[in-house]
Nanobody, 116 residues
Framework: QVQLVESGGGLVQAGGSLRLSCVASGRSISIYDMGWFRQAPGKEREVVARITWSGGTNYADSVKGRFTISRDNAKSTVWLQMNSLKPEDTAVYYC??????????WGQGTQVTVSS
């Protein structure tokens, strides 16, 4: 079983940056794709970025050019660098492990609040 713990959220002004971390324990994540998601109040959870086990990336259109997902398998960590933040990026951010049947091992989330 994999346990994921997110951190790095906080309150930031529009235009600012944050770097989220997702640390895995219990089992190696090196062979798994990993994803970052977010859920804003009253909205459905949406995928923000995904990174393959080998480092390939893809992003939601809303964050392309502003967010960067990366990983270090030796450290069992996945990061989400968020630049040029906008108020609409305000949400709880989660990381999860990708499996054939979908994502699992959700963390508890970290709150990101962007003030205008």
């Amino acid at each position: 079983q994999v346990q994921l713990v997110e951190s790095g959220g906080g309150l930031v002004q529009a235009g600012g940056s944050l770097r989220l971390s997702c640390v895995a324990s219990g089992r190696s994540i090196s062979i798994y794709d990993m994803g970052w998601f977010r859920q804003a109040p009253g909205k459905e959870r949406e995928v923000v970025a995904r990174i393959t086990w080998s480092g390939g990336t893809n992003y939601a259109d809303s964050v392309k050019g502003r967010f960067t997902i990366s990983r270090d398998n030796a450290k069992s960590t996945v990061w989400l660098q968020m630049n040029s933040l906008k108020p609409e990026d305000t949400a709880v951010y989660y990381c999860a492990r990708a499996r054939a049947e979908g994502y699992d091992s959700w963390g508890q989330g970290t709150q990101v609040t962007v003030s205008s």
